[in-house]
C-alpha cells in the first residue's frame, strides 16, 4: 500500500533552499503535493498590488520549473484557502498538511481556522517557521512585552542565538500522484494590468529562487565591502537589491544572514575586512524583522496609525497634488526621480523613498494611507507590514517616530545624497544639461543658466507644486494640533 500523500502549502515561501515544511516533508518519505493558492474570493482579504502580480506570476513559474526539475511539480488552485486545502485534503487523502507559518493578522487567524477544521477531520497540520529570523514570541523585553522601539528590539534580537544552519534543497522528490488538477498561471491573469508600464520591469528583475542567490552573490562580491557608506547614495547600485525576493520567500534571511556572516571570515582569510559592512547589512536585516513584528502584536498597525493622536489629524484630499507625486511631476526633482523609477522598475532607493513619503505627508499633507496604498501597487517588494511601519514612521505616528513634525527639505537632503545629481539626470533626462549645483532646484537658477540648459519651468519640467517654506510653515502647523508635534 503506498503511504497517504503530504500536501506542502507553499504561501511566501516560494523556494526548494531552506524549506523547514518541504524538507520535513520530504524526508517522510510520502508522495507529496505542492500547491500554491490564490484567493481572489475572500472579502476584506488582502488584494496584491499590480507589481506584486506581475512578480508573483515569475516566481511561481520559476517555482514550478524547480519543481519540475526534482521530480515533482506546483499544484495551482483558486478559492479560499481553508476550502481548497480541505478539498484538496479529501481528493488525495492527504494525511497532513504542512506549511510556513505567516505572521500577519489574517494568515495567523487562517492558519487557527485551518487547524481546528482539518485536524478535526483526522488530517494533521504541521507549521514550520522560515520567514523571519527571530520569532515574535522570542523577542521581547524583560518584562515579557513586546518592543515598539527599534533600539530595544535589536539589542534583544542580538541577544538569542545566531540563526541556525541553512537546509538544502532535496536533490529530488517524488511524483504528484496522478489525477491532481492545477489550474494555470495564464487563468490567473496576475500580469494583465502591467502591461502599460512596458518592459522596464522585466529588465530589472529575476524573479525565482536563482534570481535572489544571484542577488546575495552580487552583494557579497561587488558592494558588501562598501555597504554601510554606498547605501546612502541613490545615484550607485549600493544596497542589495534583494526586499522583493525576501518578501516573496524566493530566499530565507537565513540564508542570507549565514552567507554575509561566512563572506566575513573567508574575506579575513584573505585580507580583505567586509566587518563594517557586513555589519551595517546585517542590522537592516533585522529591521525588516522589526515590521513584521509590530504587526503580528498590533494588527491594527497596516491601516490604523500606532499614535491614536493622529486618528483626527487634518490630512488634506489634494487629488490633483497626490496624481503630480505619483506621477513624478511634482517640479522637485529627487521626488520625481523616485517617483519615475518607482513607476520604471517597480522600486525606489530607501532614503528617496523616506524623502518622497515626508514630502507627501508633511509638504503635501495627504494622508500616509494615500502614500502606501500607491507603494503597495508600484512596488515589487510591496510588503503590508514593511510599508505601513515605514510610512507610519516617516508621518511621525508609528511605533518608533521620534521625528514627530521635522519636516526634510528636499533640496539640501537631495543635495546631500546626491551630491553629483547623477540619481536625478537618470530619471529626470529633461534637466541633464542643468549644472549639479542647480540640479535640485531649478526654478532657483537664472534665466540663462535654464536656456544654456534647454530647461523651460512649466513647460520641459514643472514649477514646484508648493513653496516649500510655505509648505513647511503649515505642515508644522498641523503637526501642532498632535500633542507634543511641534520640534
Ligand atoms: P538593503 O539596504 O540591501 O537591505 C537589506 C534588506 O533589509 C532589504 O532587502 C529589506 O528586506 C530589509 N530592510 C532594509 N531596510 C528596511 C526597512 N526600513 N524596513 C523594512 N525592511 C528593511 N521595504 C519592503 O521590503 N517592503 C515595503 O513595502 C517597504 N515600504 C517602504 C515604504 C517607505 C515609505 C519606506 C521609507 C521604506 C519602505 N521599505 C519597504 C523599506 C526599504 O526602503 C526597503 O526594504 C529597501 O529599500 C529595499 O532595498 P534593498 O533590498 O536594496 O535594501
Redesign the pocket.
Known amino acids: 500500500m503506498t503511504a497517504q500523500p503530504i500536501i506542502v502549502w507553499f504561501r511566501r515561501d516560494l523556494r526548494l533552499y531552506d524549506h523547514g515544511a518541504l524538507s520535513a516533508a520530504v524526508g517522510m518519505g510520502a508522495p507529496l503535493v505542492p500547491v500554491y493558492i490564490h484567493d481572489d474570493e475572500t472579502p476584506g482579504r488582502p488584494v496584491p498590488g499590480a507589481a506584486s502580480r506581475w512578480w508573483l506570476h515569475e516566481s511561481l513559474q520559476s517555482l514550478d520549473s524547480d519543481l519540475r526539475r526534482r521530480g515533482s511539480r506546483l499544484v495551482l488552485a483558486r478559492g479560499p484557502a481553508l476550502n481548497v486545502l480541505a478539498d484538496l485534503a479529501r481528493e488525495t487523502g492527504a494525511s497532513a498538511i504542512y506549511w510556513s507559518r505567516g505572521y500577519e493578522p489574517r494568515a495567523v487567524k487562517l492558519e487557527g481556522a485551518l487547524q481546528r477544521a482539518l485536524e478535526g477531520a483526522g488530517v494533521r497540520c504541521r507549521r514550520f517557521s522560515g520567514s523571519l529570523l527571530f520569532e515574535p514570541e522570542d523577542v521581547r523585553s524583560d518584562g515579557r512585552a513586546p518592543h515598539h522601539l527599534f533600539s530595544r528590539f535589536q539589542k534583544s534580537c542580538m541577544k538569542l542565538a545566531a540563526p541556525g544552519k541553512v537546509l538544502k534543497a532535496p536533490p529530488s522528490m517524488p511524483r504528484v500522484p496522478e489525477g491532481v488538477e492545477s489550474d494555470t498561471l495564464e487563468l490567473w491573469n496576475l500580469q494583465s494590468s502591467e502591461q502599460d508600464r512596458g518592459p522596464s520591469i522585466s529588465a530589472a528583475w529575476t524573479p525565482g529562487e536563482t534570481g535572489a542567490r544571484a542577488r546575495l552573490e552580487g ?1 557579497i562580491c561587488d558592494r558588501l565591502e562598501d ?1 554601510a557608506r554606498a ?1 546612502a547614495f541613490p545615484g550607485v547600485e549600493g ?6 525576493h ?2 516573496f520567500g524566493e530566499i530565507s534571511p537565513r540564508e542570507v544572514w549565514n552567507a554575509v556572516s561566512l563572506a566575513v571570515s573567508a574575506a579575513a582569510a584573505k585580507g580583505r575586512n567586509l566587518e563594517a559592512g557586513a555589519r551595517s ?1 546585517l542590522a ?2 533585522v ?2 524583522e ?2 513584521q513584528h509590530l504587526l503580528f502584536h498590533w494588527p491594527h498597525l497596516a491601516s490604523s496609525p500606532f499614535d491614536t493622536e493622529f486618528a483626527d489629524f487634518p490630512w488634506r484630499g489634494g487629488d490633483a497634488d497626490l496624481k503630480a507625486w505619483q506621477e513624478g511631476r511634482t517640479g522637485i526633482p529627487i521626488i520625481d526621480a523616485g517617483m519615475r523609477e518607482l513607476w520604471t522598475t517597480g ?4 532614503e528617496v ?2 524623502i ?2 515626508s514630502f507627501l505627508v508633511k509638504h503635501l499633507l495627504i494622508s500616509w494611507q494615500s ?2 496604498d500607491w ?2 501597487d508600484t ?1 515589487v ?4 507590514a ?2 505601513a ?3 507610519q ?2 508621518a511621525g505616528c508609528g511605533a518608533d517616530a521620534a521625528a514627530h513634525g521635522r519636516v526634510i527639505n528636499p533640496v539640501l537632503r537631495g543635495r546631500k545624497l546626491d551630491p553629483g545629481g547623477a540619481y536625478v539626470k537618470s530619471w529626470v533626462p529633461e534637466l541633464a544639461k542643468l549644472p549639479a549645483k542647480h540640479i535640485h532646484a531649478p526654478w532657483r537658477a537664472s534665466e540663462k543658466l535654464l536656456a544654456g540648459a534647454r530647461v523651460r519651468l512649466g513647460e520641459t519640467y514643472p514649477e514646484p507644486i508648493v513653496d516649500l517654506a510655505a509648505a513647511r510653515a503649515r505642515a508644522l502647523g498641523a503637526y501642532e494640533t498632535i500633542k507634543g508635534g511641534s520640534q
Request: net charge positive.
Open positions: 552583494l555597504y547605501r544596497t542589495s537589491r534583494l526586499s522583493p525576501l518578501h547589512f537592516a536585516l529591521w525588516r522589526f515590521p522600486w525606489m532607493h530607501h523613498r523616506v518622497a513619503a502614500g502606501a507603494f503597495r512596488l517588494d510591496a510588503d503590508p514593511s510599508n511601519v515605514n510610512w514612521r516617516v
